[in-house]
Every structure is written in C-alpha cells, then in structure tokens.
C-alpha cells in the first residue's frame, strides 16, 4: 500500500474508532443514570427511527435538509469569518496601528453573550440569511484573526533581518516570509473554526430563522419529538466531525511543508 | 595582502589617528568606523550604552575579526554595520560608502549564527532570496555558489533535511549570492561542532581568498578569529569598546598545520589574555573599575 493511501486508511480507522468510543458511552452514561427512554433516546431508537421506523423515509427527508441549510449558514459564515480574519490580519501585519484601533471594539463584540447578540442583530439585520451569516462570522472571526495575526507575526528576527538587509521592505516581508510562516496557524483556524461555525449557526436558526437543525431541534423539543432531537443532534455532531477530520487530514500534509526545522 | 603600513601597530586603532584627515586615510576604507556610541532606552527612563568611542579602521579586501566578552556590543557594532540599527552617534561606512539605516547598502552580503533558511524554499531558493528581493535572477550564479559551499546534489533539498553545518554552508552560499564586496559574518559558526567549524573555517578562507572580500566576523573563537583574519579586534566589556586591533601576520592559505605552529600559539595566548583583562572581572571574579584601561597604551 503507498504511504498516502495507508495515511489516509489509518486516519479513517481511527475515526471510526472515535464514533465506537461516543456511541458506547452515549449508551452506557444513559443507562448509569437511568435516565427515562421517553427522553434520552438510546442509540439503537435514533437507528430505528432514521432507518428501521415505516416513516424513517420521511424522517430522514427532514433531518437531513435541515442538515443542508444548517450546513449552508455554517459553511457561507465559516469562508466569510476566516475570508475576513485573514484580511483584516494582513492589514494589521502592515499597519499595526489599525490593530489598536480596530481590537478592542472587536473584543467587545465578541465578549456580549451570543443569546444577546442575536435577538439584536436580526432587529438590525432582519429574519433572514444575513443576520445567520453575521453571528457565524462573529463567532468564527476573532479567534481566527488572533491566531492567524500570531502566526503572521512570529517570524524569526534574524530572517526579518535578512530581508531589512538585502532592500526588502514590509510587502517583500510579509510576501517571502510572514505568509507562508502563517500556513500552520492558518490551517489551525480553519480547523478549529469548523464547529465553532455550526455552533453559531444552530445559534442564529434557533433564535432567530427558526430553519435548518438549529431550529427543528428547538421546536422538536417543544412537541416531544424526542428521537427527532437526537437524531438531528448525532447527524450535525457526526457530520462535523467528518468535516473536521478531513481538514485535519489537508493540515497533517500541507503543515511539515511550513513548520521551521529545528 | 599588503598591510596598511599605519594598521601594523596596535596604537593606529585610536581615533586621533583616524582624525587626522581623509587625504591620509584613503587606504583604509575597507572599513571606516569612527566615535560610534550607541545607547538603547531601558524602559523606565533608564538607558543602557551599548558601546561606547568605537573606533576600527581595516583597508578594502581584509578579513577582520571582532573579539570580545559576551555582552560587549560586538553584535551591536555588526547590526549598526548591516544598517540594521541606527547610532546614537558617530560614522559607519564600509568600501568608502556611508552605510543608512534602512536603506540596503549596495553589494553587502550576511549571516548570522541563525542561518534563518526559509523551511518551505529549497536550498537553491534559499541561496537565491536575496537576488529575488533586490530583483535580479541569476540561476547560473546560484548553481555555481551551490557548487563552492559544496552542497553540490542537494539544490532541491529542504532545510529540515540538511546538517547544521550544511544548513550554514547554505547560508553563507546565501550571503554570497549577491557577490558582496563586504561581507558581515555574525558568529556564523557558533552553533556547530568543532570538527565541522574547523573544516567551514578553512573553507570559508578559501571561498574568501577566492574573492577578496571586505569580511567582519564576530566570533567567541578566539582561535577562529586567529586562523581567518587579517587584523583581530578586541573589545572591552560593556560598554564596549574597541581597546585594540592587532594583525596577523601568518601567511595564506592557513591550514590545519597553521594552528600546530608557534606563531599561532603565540597569537591566541596574547589575545587570550587580553580577553581575560577587559572582560569586566578580575581575578577574585569583582569588576574591575575601569576594564578598559588594562592594555590601553
């Protein structure tokens, strides 16, 4: 077998390994604590009700385009919030005084609770795509601006030196040395962003559109629907996973490229 | 080489030599440094002086070497060299050229003890940044220095992959690629091994001897310094201070024999004591009042 392909093999065994390990313990806490059927669905009952139930077709329907739009305003939000991180790091990297200026406002932003900031930004933005799509970003953007910001700004002295000696200026800097030295802090964002952004997402659906998973789960409670709730909380944890594991994956092989040799 | 004639005596370091005019100095502008202090703010109002009335002369193609306690200021003389730092005051130029701070000066080439490879660049793109920064690509020029450090097969290596001493070989491919006539050289082999510095030393000669190249070295290797340079200077403890400069008087190519020799003992015995004498203790390990003054004439 080729290493990429026996690479790729073992990280899938190990994922598979993962979702054994949460489907046992799902089971076995539930059990310890005697915890009423009626609510906390069993592994198997989330299995019976998306494939075994005479209704699961439908059940299924519905679980899964709720996972589309959740995915949807996950997904426009996530590329936006580290698009807009990236940039917005860049520019500070160039011109540290934006940084003072722009920070402590961001830091704000962030520090009121998302409960909060939600119900307010659909009053500014209105029930719809954008006020989803402004809470990812808020979610997603400032801890992906500090760790790419930190990652554009950890370069050696002595190869910023090199450049300052040969002629280089700040563009030539950030070019040849600061960017491509930012790839790893980079790659970590975007992976810790993935369920940070469908976290702000089921956010936004649950106050604010009332769609996607964000909002069935809210409202699955509200009718007792308990199976639908769990199934809908397994699909978007498992998809997620999947989702991060995959760029976990592009950052184990794109990173040893980027990382200084000791 | 022929010696400046007024360099061949310690007393020339002085700067009453040096501002005699520049009618008498034209052959010593290798390189020129003249009462240069630099101070660093400390925080609090406090300021610490780095250095303090340097003073060094050399003619154009000598090697010189820069010796003195840790924390003496010798990188900070080498930096304010780069154009790297400003001075609080006095002259910088090297090759009859004023260096400034923040401009690049023209044909100057460095490394330093760091050999700060870029890990993603190969080997050949590493040697080649600085003629990509200052916008003239020479892949002919490239290949051949590859060729003279002797990392000839290894042009499309990472860094991760190479030795220490192969990663400083790079580096000073590096610094030559821009076919420098000044050359700074910043403990380039402090972090190597002694076998594989001694072996860089005797190829750095040769590379040297090849080009006549303006070189300032700062080094902790006293023996190093001896075995490379044209002229040695010595530097008092902080704040530093350029006590003396005393050529050496071996003649080239140096080689392993070289450091076996009389001459050779006798040359880093007399700068071992010196050392001792103006690093900043005494024998009972107090400071001494004035380091300095010990071996001033």
Known sequence: MNPGLRFVVRRVCNMLIAVVVVVLLWQVVLDAFDVNQMIGKRPAQVWTYLMGHPDAAEHRAMVFGNLGITLRDAGIGYVAGLGFAFLLAVLFCLFPIAEHIVMPTAMVLRSIPLVVMTPLITLIMGIGQRSVTTLVIIVVFLPALANILFGLRNVPTASSDLIRVYGGGPWILLMKVSLPGAVPSLMASAKVSIPSAVVGAMIAEWLSTGNGLGGSISKAVATFSYAQMWASAIVIALVTMIVYSCVTILDDIVRPRFVVAS | ?297
Request: with cysteine; proline share 5%; charged share 25%.
């Open chain 2, 1 to 297: 080489m022929t010696h400046h004639p007024r360099l061949d005596s310690e007393e020339t370091v002085g700067s009453d030599v040096l501002d005699r005019g520049d009618e008498a100095d034209r052959g010593v502008d290798g390189i020129r440094i003249v009462h240069l202090d630099k101070v660093f703010a400390a925080g609090r109002g406090q300021e610490f002086q780095a250095i303090r009335d340097v003073n060094l002369a050399a003619p154009r193609g000598a090697f010189v070497s820069l010796i003195g306690p840790s924390g003496c200021g010798k990188s900070t003389v080498l930096r304010i060299l780069a154009g790297l730092d400003r001075a609080t005051s006095g002259s910088v130029m090297v090759n009859g050229e004023r260096v400034e701070p923040g401009h690049a000066t023209a044909g100057m080439g460095i490394a330093f003890q760091d050999p700060a490879l870029l890990p993603w660049r190969s080997v050949e793109r590493n040697i080649a940044l600085p003629l990509e920064i200052q916008g003239h690509k020479n892949d002919a020029a490239v290949r051949d220095l590859i060729a003279l450090v002797g990392l000839a097969g290894f042009e499309r290596s990472r860094p991760g992959q190479l030795s220490g001493g192969m990663r400083q070989r790079a580096s000073i491919a590096r610094a030559l690629s821009v076919n420098p006539r000044f050359l700074l050289l910043d403990e380039p082999f402090g972090a190597l091994d002694d076998m594989t510095r001694r072996h860089l030393n005797l190829e750095l000669q040769r590379i040297w001897m090849q080009r006549a190249t303006t070189t300032l070295m700062v080094t902790h290797g006293i023996a190093e310094a001896v075995l490379l340079s044209d002229y040695v200077a010595v530097m008092s403890a902080h704040p530093g201070h350029v006590v003396t400069m005393i050529p050496i008087d071996i003649p080239r190519p140096r080689t392993v024999q070289t450091m076996s020799t009389d001459a050779f003992h006798a040359y880093v015995d007399r700068l071992s004591g010196m050392l001792f004498s103006v690093s900043g203790e005494d024998r009972d390990g107090k400071p001494a009042s004035d380091s300095g003054r010990a071996v001033q004439p």
